[in-house]
């Protein structure tokens, strides 16, 4: 799932995975049991970063995280 910001982020993890699984990466499970990734469209531009270094240190940060914080990955991805 496709969220435009973090508010939406954050709204669409709390709905989903309320009785159901958080995972890795923005992977969770919601009560159904149905399989879902949130994440922003911020990502995919962090990660697709023309800089290498700057893309690996976005990947490292997401990696470690359940809900995707834009603003952490950012601060990852800027990190020298």
Known sequence: MSCKDQEEVDEFWSK????GEEGPCGWLK?????S????????P??????????SQRAMAAMLKMKKIDIEALERAAAES
């Open 16 to 19: 989903l995975s309320e009785g």
């Open 30 to 34: 919601d009560r159904f049991g149905l």
């Open 45 to 54: 531009e962090l990660l697709g970063d023309p800089d290498p270094e700057r």
């Open 36 to 43: 879902w990734q949130v994440v922003p469209t911020a990502l």
